[in-house]
């Protein structure tokens, strides 16, 4: 996954939980549509709406590709913040794939404390009887008691 983010962005935390360097780009796919929402929303905070609709109807007239269109934005971004576009969000998937690290290290003490409870057993049960709510009372049990 050689593009134009890979150089910037920082895979040893998820790494250093066991991922794979090649499992680590991927986690970028996972947290690039809330990176994509959070740096819509700081480049509008800057630059706000009307001049985001401006940009949009610009790239439209010079029927611009996506490539084309964010140097547009990252142009008059950088002109009010003095700050890459790109490195912005750069720094937003670092941060996400930092977040990332964190889950999956609870996910992984939460298995290792409900298989310690004994309780694994009667919650497959349940799921496979379809009984959710029930399942989820034995699980919330399971992860308190251990």
């Known amino acids: 996954m050689n593009n134009l983010f890979d150089s910037g962005l920082d895979y040893q935390p ?5 991922l794979t360097r ?19 929303a700081k480049v509008e905070a800057v ?14 007239k010079q029927k611009l590709d996506f490539v084309a269109s964010l140097d547009l934005i990252d142009g008059a971004y950088r002109g009010k913040t003095g700050e890459y576009l790109m490195e912005q969000m750069r720094l937003l998937i670092n941060e996400h794939l930092k977040l990332m690290v964190k889950v999956i290290t609870q996910a992984k003490t939460d ?15 349940l799921l496979d009887e379809g009984k959710a709510d029930e399942a989820a009372k034995i699980l919330e049990k399971g992860l308190k008691d251990a």
Do not use: H
Request: hydrophobic share 50%.
């Open 47 to 60: 630059l706000g709406s009307e001049k985001m609709i401006a940009l949009k109807a610009e790239a439209d």
């Open 111 to 125: 298995e290792a404390k409900f298989t310690q409870s004994g309780l694994v057993g009667q919650f497959e049960k």
């Open 22 to 40: 090649e499992q680590a780009q991927k986690m970028v796919a996972v947290v690039m549509p809330l990176v994509q929402l959070k740096l819509q």
């Open 14 to 18: 998820l790494i250093k939980i066991g």
